[in-house]
């Protein structure tokens, strides 16, 4: 009867154990939650934007999830072993479990890898092992990836090593391409540099005085210019239509006639 209370006594504990850990993963989005709002105190310029917080929520709560469920492991293993053999036989497995799934293990280092590098956040389009689409969900095993054509990428964070990140872009080039008759070409040229200094007050997503080139260096009845600028991130298409009816509204006032 004493090994029976002793067992049933320790069946309690390391179940209670599991019911902790089970709660701690029932509330570890609010706890991650709690924990990345910490920056809150900090000021506005060094606060973490909503896309990296919505990130870090769910890394730190998959974080958590697991770490309950390791220590309840530990816990119930205790129970019946001592604790210099614990130590052996969690080496043991450590050991075996990183030969035998180094995959996985090199997924999760890597998800515990973007708790603290500002790689990609959700909700930002990258492009991931040759794939392109936003990014849905990130743990600390797989990256979620949409495409743009709607399928659903299930990227393992170990296998992430290049990611190209259209978010972060500092500027979108634009260029507007301008076919003019060859006897004006001369005035054209003495025009347009003037043009863009009053470009960049007229239009205000423009970051610098273009640049004019010929792409196909000839000239016939009519020469080809092109002129490259670049615009905020994001708002290159936007501009161009705007930069083009600017151009040829300022040429006409010049009596220079674009062609089609």
Known sequence: MPDMSSQLNNFVIIALAFFLAWVVHRLSGRIAGRLVNVDRFAGLEDRMRPERRRTLRGLLANALSLFAFALAILFALSRYVSAQTLVWVVGLF????????????????????????????????????????????????????????????????????????????????????????????AR???????????????????????????????????????????????????????LLAFVRECLAEANITLLD
């Open 188 to 242: 054209a040229l003495e025009l347009l540099p003037a043009l863009a200094k009053e470009a960049m007050l007229s239009l205000p997503n423009m970051l610098e005085p273009w640049q004019i080139i010929s792409e196909t260096g000839t000239i016939g009845e009519s020469a080809e210019l092109t002129l490259l600028t670049k615009a905020k991130f994001g708002q290159g298409a936007a501009m161009r239509p705007r």
């Open 94 to 185: 450590s050991a075996a479990f990183g030969l035998g799934a180094r995959p996985l293990v090199n997924d999760f280092l890597a998800g515990l890898s973007f708790i603290f590098e500002d790689t990609f956040d959700v909700g930002e389009k990258v492009e991931i092992l040759g794939v392109e689409g936003v990014i849905e969900r990130v743990t600390l095993r797989i990256t979620l990836l949409r495409a743009p054509s709607g399928e659903l990428y299930v990227v393992p964070n170990g296998d992430i090593r290049v990611v190209r990140n259209f978010s972060r872009g500092r500027f979108s080039p634009v260029s507007v391409r301008l076919k003019i008759p060859a006897g004006e070409l």
